[in-house]
């Protein structure tokens, strides 16, 4: 059987005093599956994403991604994980308004040693392939909603991550400008990329995901594989 790309057993994290925002979570991807974690506010999506990001650590459990323990890792190890590994998606984007577009999608593969012409060359190439090339000089303040999420899904790329992570990506845009960024995530998941959704947006799931895993009060309720609504 082959190794998942993702494998979640027995996770739980709780803060404080009160019920554990995860509860005895387990699940696995498999690398080219694209996958929607559903459910309402304080379900536990948020923090099931920082756990696979490395961004948070469970209080039991154990959380491997493309072979690594990212459970155990330290902060400086995270972020070297995060960096080879993983490419995140945001609802409000999080580029920096002092950089250019093709600056912004390049700074990920320059941090990881990436030299600044092969960097630069990479984001060209991304931005030309996402159609927002014409930007690349622009600052992010001149775009759409629609087309910043598409320079920060090329910026989540730029290093050949093996899994894509995004949250609520569709979030913070309107209608017609949310269901460009679907068809964008199915596009690249029919390519072959790793997809990891979360989201409350049933309509966002359908358009770019196969599975659903639902989560309520911090539990699995739900894991359903199905044909795409493409």
Same mark, same amino acid.
């Given at each position: 059987?082959? @190794?998942?790309?993702?494998? =979640?057993?027995? *996770? ?9 925002? =995860?509860?005895? *979570? ?22 099931? #994403? ?9 209080? @039991? ?33 999080? #580029?920096?308004?002092?950089?250019? *577009? ?8 320059? #941090?990881?040693? @990436? ?10 190439? =991304? ?15 001149? =775009? ?39 068809? #964008? ?23 770019? @995901? ?21």
């Amino acid at each position: 059987m082959t @190794t998942p790309l993702i494998d =979640l057993h027995d *996770v739980s994290r709780e803060y404080g005093d009160g019920p554990p925002a =995860l509860d005895g *979570v387990s699940f696995s991807v498999r690398a080219g599956e694209a996958v929607a974690v559903l459910g309402p506010s304080g379900s536990g999506k948020s923090t099931l #994403l920082s756990l696979i990001a490395g961004l948070d650590r469970p209080n @039991t459990g154990t959380v491997t991604v493309a072979g690594v323990r990212v459970d155990r890792l330290g902060e400086a190890a995270s972020a070297r994980y995060r960096r080879a590994a993983v490419g995140m998606v945001f609802q409000f984007f999080n #580029l920096l308004d002092d950089l250019t *577009v093709a600056d912004n999608v390049a700074l990920p593969a320059q #941090l990881a040693g @990436t030299d600044r012409a092969e960097a630069s060359r990479r984001a060209v190439e =991304l931005l030309g392939k996402l159609g927002v090339d014409g930007y690349a000089r622009a600052y992010p303040g001149r =775009l759409s909603g629609g087309e910043r999420q598409r320079v920060a899904v090329a910026r989540a790329l730029v290093n050949r991550p093996a899994l894509l992570l995004a949250d609520e990506p569709t979030g913070a845009l309107d209608t017609a400008s949310g269901e460009d960024v679907g068809a #964008l995530l199915s596009e690249l998941n029919a390519d072959g990329q790793t997809l990891v959704v979360v989201t409350h947006d049933l309509a966002l799931a359908r358009s770019c @995901t196969t599975r659903t895993i639902s989560l309520v009060d911090g539990r699995v309720a739900e894991d359903v594989t199905a044909g795409p609504a493409r």
